[in-house]
């Protein structure tokens, strides 16, 4: 007969979890707060710019009244000078779902970082520390010849991770090549053999995916905003303070206000810019999320209305199924 702290951790090992997946702007904020203030839930964000504190404009973090109605976790992190990795974010995400589950609340997860998510989800494998001189001798190889050159590098030392890496993304190229060529192993081995998954939770994906037009609007209309709200204004403060070696200042938008501010880009060439880098983003974050496993995708925007009915009846199975509409708990099931 199972006894009382059976009992608790059968509890513990099903406790329900959200998480939406999605290209930037197809509507995940949006959702996410719909669903937690139906579920009395919390919103844990998974985006690797909006983890630093001062960036806002360019971030396009929930708005002041969205974090007003809901609590949000793993906004405003760190200084804009402070490295974070997805390692750390796994951890202290890890963190904020554990504090979550303790108040009994509906953990949701919203964010388009896709390797953040995967950290978050599937755990990180133990990698070999940093080889800086190896390190150096790579960026300079990507700056000689591009990031295509590192791409088929690393196509001919582990394929595998070649092909979960976009040629164009010259950081984890380098890291990919670093870990391969300092462990004498394939970094996709290596991940395959140590990683650390999320354990006690009982995971329920959505994913976002408006028709592509559409979603191109939104994402020009959005960078447009960007600049119109100040977004060059902001990153001429945190140049000044921050240098213009700070990495989050090399993130989409605030590197092309930078360009504008040096010079380098009119004003129309910064947003043109700015739309064509974030449609691009998007492209790569929908062929990351479409490789994920178990994913309910929802055709169209997350703040639209229908969308977030048929959202919201499958969260309401999610938790029914798991048997946790119970008085232990403080989220309930919507009865209207």
Same mark, same amino acid.
């Given at each position: 007969m199972d006894g009382p702290n $059976?009992? @608790?951790? @059968?509890?513990?090992?099903?406790?329900?979890?959200?998480?939406l997946h999605g290209a930037t702007a197809s509507g995940k904020?949006?959702?996410?707060?719909?669903?937690? $203030?139906?579920? @009395? =839930?919390?919103?844990? @964000?998974? *985006?690797?710019?909006?983890?630093?504190?001062?960036?806002?404009i360019g971030t396009a973090k929930p708005s002041r009244e969205q974090r007003a109605l809901v +609590?949000?976790? &793993?906004?405003?992190?760190?200084? +804009?000078? $402070? +490295?974070?990795?997805? !390692?750390?974010? /796994?951890?202290?995400?890890?963190?904020?779902? /554990?504090?979550? $589950?303790?108040?009994s609340k509906l953990p949701i997860v919203a964010g388009g970082t896709g390797l953040y998510l995967r950290a978050l989800i599937d755990g990180l494998f133990p990698g070999p520390t940093r080889f800086e001189s190896l390190r150096v001798r790579l960026r300079e190889m990507? #700056?000689?010849? =591009?990031?295509?050159?590192?791409?088929?590098?690393?196509?001919?030392l582990d394929p595998v991770s070649a092909s979960r890496i976009h040629p164009n993304d010259a950081p984890k190229l380098v890291r990919a090549i670093e870990v391969t060529l300092a462990s004498q192993q394939k970094m996709s081995t290596l991940w395959e053999a140590g990683r650390d998954p999320l354990q006690g939770f009982r995971i329920l994906r959505l994913g976002l995916d408006p028709p592509r037009p559409a979603l191109y609007e939104r994402i020009n209309q959005r960078a447009a905003a960007m600049f119109s709200n100040g977004l060059v204004e902001e990153t001429e403060h945190l140049l000044a303070r921050y240098g213009e070696d700070c990495r989050p200042l090399l993130s989409l938008g605030y590197k092309q206000a930078g360009m504008l501010l040096r010079g380098d880009l009119s &004003? %129309? *060439?910064a947003i043109a810019s700015t739309q064509q880098g974030h449609r691009n983003y998007a492209k790569r974050q929908m062929t990351w999320f479409r490789r994920?496993?178990?994913?309910?995708?929802?055709? !169209?925007? !997350? *703040? *639209?209305? /229908?969308?977030? #009915?048929? /959202?919201?009846? %499958?969260?309401?199975?999610h938790v029914r199924q798991g048997g946790e509409v119970r008085g232990d708990l403080k989220f309930a099931v919507p009865t209207e």
């Open positions: $059976q009992e @608790s951790e @059968s509890k513990k090992s099903s406790y329900p979890l959200v998480v904020t949006s959702l996410a707060v719909h669903l937690a $203030q139906r579920f @009395s =839930g919390e919103v844990v @964000s998974c *985006d690797s710019v909006a983890v630093y504190r001062e960036l806002e +609590p949000h976790h &793993m906004l405003d992190v760190v200084w +804009p000078n $402070q +490295p974070y990795t997805a !390692g750390d974010y /796994a951890r202290d995400a890890r963190d904020s779902l /554990a504090d979550i $589950q303790r108040r990507e #700056q000689e010849r =591009g990031s295509s050159y590192l791409a088929r590098i690393l196509q001919r &004003m %129309q *060439d994920e496993p178990n994913v309910h995708w929802l055709d !169209g925007f !997350g *703040d *639209d209305p /229908a969308i977030a #009915q048929k /959202a919201l009846a %499958q969260v309401e199975v």
